[in-house]
């Protein structure tokens, strides 16, 4: 093997090496290069080095898994995705940091998800019954299909004659839409009880670690005397990228749009100055209560939920 | 053990910080990643925070936001879609020498971490004591010492833990490790 050949075989491995998962074999000709290999040598050594904060040690479960576990947790599968939930639930450390980051701590059981080990046994075989008892079977279910082809012809109304034509049937009355809002109607100003305005010392920055479902994370929002609340636009939302349509939703309880702002980013976050969200009383009435912020920003269709309570 | 954050700290505010350090690295590029660079810079900042008192917490917090930064960009060259942006210098902006472009130094954690479980799912904890020697940069002989036996009995006892992580992981690779995983089929272990 050329010695960049060798160069390349040992980095492919240097993450199995540096967990000790390699065997003896490829263990002590790593070590050999290594002796060899000013390059590798070094960078096997800061690789393994540890940094503030850093898990290096395997302790717990990676920053950069933390940090993305909406996305990461619904990836893993199989052995991963149990080990994942058992660290979770002996873990304080763990545990508190996904509620911080406003993720709900723990992995739920998704039954295509978890490891096959437990189902994939060989299926039982059953002795065969003795032929008295399946030539009684056989009789029994013949007699049963004879008695449901005579009530089907009984029940089954005949084919329409020439000149009847077929039986038109009216769809009903479809169902209110309880999730979608309610268009606004002549005359209604909903826009203006959720609009742009300049920024404020007073307005209320929303619970920024939200990114979850976690209980913790609640947005108290006061809306005083005047009726009215300044919130901050998000820091994940005022970053992104581009001048995409926005949308901004304050959906009450029963999942009814009471407030709603269609805007663009450039709006609703300029480049060069902050803009606050203003939320008024009016009607509908807010209710005290629970409510879910919700920004639409598309495309791609980004979405984010935000909890707060108003009072 | 009490795991919970300290009362004295706040969340929130130092979230803040590493968002707007995190922002003033990015120079207005990549800006829907931020969010999770500046989470993951938090995550690291509470592990070392529950380790030790910061002296001066703000310049912790600098240092933390850096490496995620640097965590994040090195993720991005790596990726078969990375764009001539992706390939900018960003090392300058740190003395501490990063982990190499071709090492994965997620893989790394992740492998670690999951290694650890499985020892601990099966109760093997002199496999998982040798493994957290082995993590920390100790070799056999040093972990001998430290345990008051003889390096090829620690060597032994080590091979036979390696074979039971590596066949579980062969048959079921962790999930977050498929890029690695061509080590568990194609003769890597």
């Known amino acids: 093997m050329s010695r960049a050949d060798m160069h390349a075989w040992v980095r492919a491995r240097l993450v199995a090496w540096a967990s000790g998962l390699l065997d003896p074999e490829a263990t002590a000709r790593i070590d050999e290069h290594l002796a060899g290999c000013d390059a590798c040598r070094t960078d096997a050594a800061v690789l393994s080095a540890t940094r503030p904060g850093d898990d290096a040690l395997g302790e717990h479960i990676p920053a950069a898994a933390l940090a993305r576990w909406d996305r990461w947790s619904v990836e893993l599968r199989g052995l991963s995705r149990a080990l994942v939930r058992q660290h979770l639930e002996r873990c304080d450390v763990c545990r508190s940091q996904l509620e911080t980051l406003g993720y709900r701590a723990e992995l739920p059981v998704v039954t295509a998800l978890e490891a096959a080990g437990r189902d994939d046994r060989a299926p039982t075989v059953q002795p065969r019954p003795p032929l008295a008892r399946r030539l009684a079977w056989v009789l029994g279910a013949a007699v049963a299909l004879a008695a449901c082809v005579a009530i089907v012809v009984r029940l089954v109304p005949p084919a329409p004659r020439p000149g009847e034509g077929p039986v038109v049937v009216q769809p009903g009355p479809t169902p209110p839409d309880t999730t979608s ?13 959720l609009a742009l305005g300049p920024a404020t010392d007073d307005a209320v920055a929303i619970e920024s670690v939200v990114r979850g479902e976690a209980d913790s ?21 005022a970053v992104l990228e581009g001048n995409p349509p926005v949308t901004v939703e304050l959906i009450d309880q029963d999942g009814r749009a009471v407030r709603r702002l269609d805007t663009r980013l450039a709006e609703l976050a300029p480049r060069d100055t902050r803009r606050d969200l203003r939320l008024r009383a009016g009607a509908p009435a807010l209710a005290p209560g629970d409510y879910r912020l919700v920004f639409t920003v598309g495309p791609p269709g980004t979405r984010r939920e935000y909890r707060v309570r108003i009072e | 053990m009490n795991e919970s954050i300290p009362a004295a700290r706040d969340p929130r505010r130092e979230l803040e910080f590493l968002r707007e350090r995190v922002r003033r690295l990015a120079r207005g590029r990549w800006a829907s990643d931020l969010e999770d660079v500046a989470m993951e810079a938090w995550v690291n900042l509470d592990r070392a925070l529950r380790r030790e008192v910061a002296r001066n917490l703000d310049a912790l917090m600098t240092r933390v936001a850096r490496f995620a930064w640097i965590d994040f960009v ?28 071709d090492v994965d130094p997620d893989a790394l954690a992740m492998l670690r971490f999951f290694v650890l479980e499985y020892f601990a799912r099966h109760g093997a904890t002199e496999c998982a004591d040798i493994a957290r020697h082995w993590f920390a940069g100790r070799n056999h002989a040093e972990i001998g010492r430290l345990v008051g036996e003889k390096r090829d009995a620690i060597a032994k006892r080590w091979e036979r833990c390696r074979r039971r992580v590596v066949d579980a992981f062969r048959a079921d690779p962790p999930e977050p490790l498929r890029g690695l995983a061509s080590g568990f089929d194609g003769g890597f272990l």
């Open chain 2, 74 to 101: 090195r993720r991005r060259r790596n990726d078969p879609l990375a764009t001539p942006e992706d390939l900018l210098d960003d090392d300058a902006t740190t003395g501490d020498r990063p982990p190499p472009d």
């Open chain 1, 217 to 237: 994370a609640v947005t108290t929002l006061r809306l005083g005397d005047r009726g009215a609340v300044a919130v901050q636009v998000p820091f994940e939302i």
């Open chain 1, 181 to 193: 809002p309610p268009a606004p109607g002549p005359g209604e100003t909903r826009e203006e009880l």
